[in-house]
């Protein structure tokens, strides 16, 4: 037998299988790990195929070395979906494949855990009676008394009670009485498991429910759950799971934020047990390799997780749900570039599976389709208990500068949390954007301090040693004394953040304890449980945080919320500006009043009467979708269009320049030989993004917009060609369809 191995190095000249001889014995099939030699060296890969004959002479045909499991590490759906994914992206198999295992796994970096456990070799009543003739031997005596129970008991366990146990057990080992031996423990992520008892489900959880399951268990139904927050859609979710754990399938729940991962990897223990895993990008690498494990072995049927858990190594999945699925996150903007609800659909439909995308405010192009047809609505339009939504107070910004008011808070936020505190309860703010203030710049010539790596202001931040910081590429250093560019001393801080709101609500509300959740206060293992966790117990009082707070979280105690800046993401250049704002104001606005003490939510704006944030305030989301429908319909914005870009970044700015413009000629020949394409082309342009650097790499794209049609789906798939085609060297190139930002 030969097998066909694509080896674990990413370069276009290996992109390809190789031939080895499968020696005499060893068991070999589709998707297993194996060493094989490979020129001077042995590497790892994955065997793609086994064949009876082979084209090379058997002399240059060398044996693979050994099998690296004893066991498929990717399971046939998902060497299908690498294959195709390193097609359309195109990206050398090896590329994606990795994207199907943990990085851990690779050059055997982390290996299997474990320990030295005792048990008795003989019955309970022998080990009593060996233990009284043990004579002076005290440790060999009660050793055999605590392991009378008739239990396994690690050795660490034992040394607790016994100082240096392991002596005293080799010899009662060599009399027969013990018997010592290894055994695999595995690392589990998050502490102990607290069982919890169904709640009863209101009527539109019930009707939810009656609509999507009979579909699922046939292995078909494409959902949005439209569900307003505090609605209780993860009831849903874990009922739904449920049923497909009775019916003999698994499930995957896919969270937006790791900062969500705790809470429903919680919930979901709480009623499966160790069923449930858990897979992002903060476990350990001993935790993510055996969570993993538990998955592929089949001990965890339900998996829980951020966007990378969509490729987890569940075999016949019976859902695969999105919440919360209008976040970008769900995006990878590394190569090789997905959209996790991308996959999670083609695994559906791949492996039998239903989708349930879920939101309390859907994006505009699922609830579009939602209308025409191709995915179907559910709703659930209240919430638990018949509890009220938040009321909504708008506070006009403009008015309290006129008044004398230059605090970051308004009066009425001011008065909001002062009467919270009284009463027992807990508040959060939002404010997206962290550090302390979010430019530096000259007063005298109006420029602001950038990085240098990077076409970006740099951010100030007081936390940590008064230091700038690029949000982009990491690059950290002190503010300047004069101008960079004019060289004035007249260097200013203008702009807020989240460490400057900390501090604000500090001076405001003297000595009350308060939590701060944003990428500088989360970076440890474990930093957004232990800051949860904080404020869930109510040793915090106050939650401040950028819009990694805004969704999903449920803290009954939580009756105010205050948006500092609600016009932030509203002025951003971007075509979906009004859509997010939208979007991150409803969400933060759901986190009040979930229990039941009413809640009140305070928006602070300098346009109160702009239409996105009246809706935001009623939280009406259909009226938000009418009006923005329209807007996309009038300037042809999706889904009436279909942006794409060829994006081109190189540490030389001419050579990215030059390769834009050579991929600008080469889309106008495909346009001029395809006159069907270049009628549905609304925009062709050749221009540098807004950011114009990043991490040192000057950027120039070719911006194609096309009126959406199964023309311009074709076209698409040509310009996917061209980002891979003759590529200089040191130039990237990316292709983008419906880019999260055009920056």
């Known amino acids: 037998?030969?097998?066909?191995?694509?080896?674990?190095?990413?370069?276009?000249?290996?992109?390809?299988?190789?031939?080895?001889?499968?020696?005499?014995?060893?068991?070999?099939?589709?998707?297993?790990?194996?060493?094989?030699?490979?020129?001077?060296?042995?590497?790892?890969?994955?065997?793609?195929?086994?064949?009876?004959?082979?084209?090379?002479?058997?002399?240059?045909?060398?044996?693979?070395?050994?099998?690296?499991?004893?066991?498929?590490?990717?399971?046939?759906?998902?060497?299908?979906?690498?294959?195709?994914?390193?097609?359309?992206?195109?990206?050398?198999?090896?590329?994606?494949?990795?994207?199907?295992?943990?990085?851990?796994?690779?050059?055997?970096?982390?290996?299997?855990?474990?320990?030295?456990?005792?048990?008795?070799?003989?019955?309970?009543?022998?080990?009593?009676?060996?233990?009284?003739?043990?004579?002076?031997?005290?440790?060999?005596?009660?050793?055999?008394?605590?392991?009378?129970?008739?239990?396994?008991?690690?050795?660490?366990?034992?040394?607790?009670?016994?100082?240096?146990?392991?002596?005293?057990?080799?010899?009662?080992?060599?009399?027969?009485?013990?018997?010592?031996?290894?055994?695999?423990?595995?690392?589990?992520?998050?502490?102990?498991?607290?069982?919890?008892?169904?709640?009863?489900?209101?009527?539109?959880?019930?009707?939810?429910?009656?609509?999507?399951?009979?579909?699922?268990?046939?292995?078909?139904?494409?959902?949005?759950?439209?569900?307003?927050?505090?609605?209780?859609?993860?009831?849903?979710?874990?009922?739904?799971?449920?049923?497909?754990?009775?019916?003999?399938?698994?499930?995957?729940?896919?969270?937006?934020?790791?900062?969500?991962?705790?809470?429903?990897?919680?919930?979901?223990?709480?009623?499966?047990?160790?069923?449930?895993?858990?897979?992002?990008?903060?476990?350990?690498?001993?935790?993510?390799?055996?969570?993993?494990?538990?998955?592929?072995?089949?001990?965890?049927?339900?998996?829980?997780?951020?966007?990378?858990?969509?490729?987890?190594?569940?075999?016949?999945?019976?859902?695969i749900i999105v919440d919360e699925e209008h976040e970008t996150t769900y995006l990878s903007d590394r190569h090789p570039r997905y959209d996790a609800r991308d996959i999670a659909a083609r695994r559906c439909a791949a492996e039998g599976a239903a989708l349930v995308l879920a939101s309390a405010t859907p994006s505009i192009l699922s609830f579009a389709r939602a209308r025409k047809g191709s995915l179907r609505l559910v709703e659930l339009p209240r919430r638990v208990f018949d509890r009220p939504l938040p009321a909504v107070e708008l506070v006009d910004m403009r008015r309290e500068l006129d008044g004398g008011n230059r605090s970051i808070f308004s009066g009425a936020l001011q008065r909001g949390l002062r009467e919270c505190m009284a009463q027992g309860e807990q508040a959060m703010l939002l404010m997206n954007h962290r550090g302390y203030n979010s430019f530096v710049s000259c007063r005298a010539c109006g420029q602001a301090v950038k990085c240098p790596e990077c076409d970006v202001s740099m951010t100030y931040h007081m936390a940590g040693g008064d230091l700038l910081h690029c949000h982009y590429c990491g690059r950290v250093m002190p503010p300047p004394q004069t101008c960079p560019s004019c060289g004035s001393p007249h260097i200013r801080y203008f702009g807020a953040g989240t460490q400057k709101v900390e501090e604000e609500l500090h001076r405001l509300l003297p000595g009350t304890a308060t939590v701060r959740m944003d990428i500088d206060t989360t970076s440890g293992k474990d930093g957004h449980a232990k800051l949860l966790d904080e404020f869930r117990s109510g040793r915090a009082r106050v939650l401040v945080g950028t819009q990694m707070i805004a969704k999903g979280h449920d803290f009954p105690n939580v009756t105010l919320v205050g948006v500092v800046a609600a016009d932030m993401t509203l002025n951003l250049p971007d075509y979906r500006a009004r859509e997010r704002t939208f979007q991150l104001l409803t969400q933060v606005a759901g986190r009040a009043g979930r229990g039941e003490k009413p809640g009140r939510v305070i928006i602070q704006t300098y346009k109160p009467e702009?239409?996105?944030?009246?809706?935001?305030?009623?939280?009406?989301?259909?009226?938000?979708?009418?009006?923005?429908?329209?807007?996309?319909?009038?300037?042809?914005?999706?889904?009436?269009?279909?942006?794409?870009?060829?994006?081109?970044?190189?540490?030389?700015?001419?050579?990215?320049?030059?390769?834009?413009?050579?991929?600008?000629?080469?889309?106008?020949?495909?346009?001029?030989?395809?006159?069907?394409?270049?009628?549905?082309?609304?925009?062709?342009?050749?221009?540098?993004?807004?950011?114009?650097?990043?991490?040192?790499?000057?950027?120039?794209?070719?911006?194609?917009?096309?009126?959406?049609?199964?023309?311009?789906e074709r076209l698409c798939a040509a310009l996917t060609d061209l980002a891979r085609t003759d590529a200089p060297e040191g130039v990237d190139t990316y292709f983008e369809y419906n880019p999260v930002t055009m920056m």
């Open 1 to 319: 037998m030969y097998a066909q191995v694509i080896v674990d190095i990413v370069h276009e000249n290996v992109a390809h299988t190789f031939s080895y001889r499968v020696p005499e014995g060893m068991t070999l099939a589709p998707g297993w790990r194996v060493a094989v030699p490979f020129g001077r060296r042995r590497v790892e890969g994955i065997v793609l195929s086994l064949s009876e004959t082979c084209d090379l002479p058997p002399e240059r045909i060398k044996p693979v070395a050994e099998t690296l499991e004893d066991y498929p590490a990717v399971l046939p759906a998902l060497l299908e979906l690498a294959l195709s994914m390193a097609e359309e992206t195109h990206a050398p198999l090896a590329e994606t494949l990795r994207l199907m295992l943990p990085a851990q796994m690779r050059g055997g970096r982390v290996r299997v855990k474990t320990e030295t456990a005792a048990r008795l070799a003989v019955k309970p009543a022998e080990a009593e009676k060996a233990a009284e003739a043990q004579g002076r031997s005290r440790k060999r005596a009660m050793l055999l008394t605590l392991l009378a129970d008739g239990e396994t008991h690690p050795v660490s366990e034992l040394s607790q009670l016994v100082r240096d146990p392991l002596m005293p057990l080799r010899q009662l080992q060599e009399a027969g009485l013990v018997l010592l031996f290894e055994r695999e423990v595995l690392r589990r992520p998050g502490g102990a498991v607290h069982r919890a008892e169904d709640p009863p489900l209101t009527d539109d959880q019930r009707e939810a429910l009656e609509c999507m399951t009979p579909p699922m268990l046939r292995g078909e139904g494409r959902f949005l759950l439209h569900g307003v927050t505090g609605s209780g859609k993860t009831e849903v979710f874990i009922r739904l799971v449920r049923r497909c754990l009775e019916a003999g399938k698994g499930a995957i729940i896919l969270v937006p934020e790791i900062a969500l991962t705790p809470q429903m990897v919680d919930w979901f223990r709480g009623r499966f047990g160790p069923v449930a895993a858990v897979l992002h990008s903060r476990l350990s690498p001993g935790e993510r390799f055996d969570e993993w494990r538990r998955i592929r072995r089949g001990d965890a049927r339900v998996v829980i997780g951020a966007r990378s858990a969509i490729f987890a190594p569940l075999e016949n999945p019976g859902v």
């Open 610 to 712: 702009d239409e996105t944030i009246l809706a935001a305030a009623r939280q009406d989301y259909r009226a938000f979708f009418a009006q923005e429908f329209e807007r996309r319909r009038a300037s042809f914005y999706p889904p009436f269009s279909v942006i794409t870009r060829l994006l081109a970044e190189s540490a030389s700015p001419d050579a990215a320049r030059r390769r834009a413009e050579e991929l600008a000629e080469r889309v106008r020949a495909l346009l001029s030989e395809h006159p069907d394409w270049q009628k549905r082309v609304l925009t062709l342009l050749t221009d540098q993004p807004s950011v114009k650097y990043l991490r040192g790499r000057a950027r120039w794209h070719v911006v194609v917009k096309l009126a959406a049609s199964p023309e311009a």
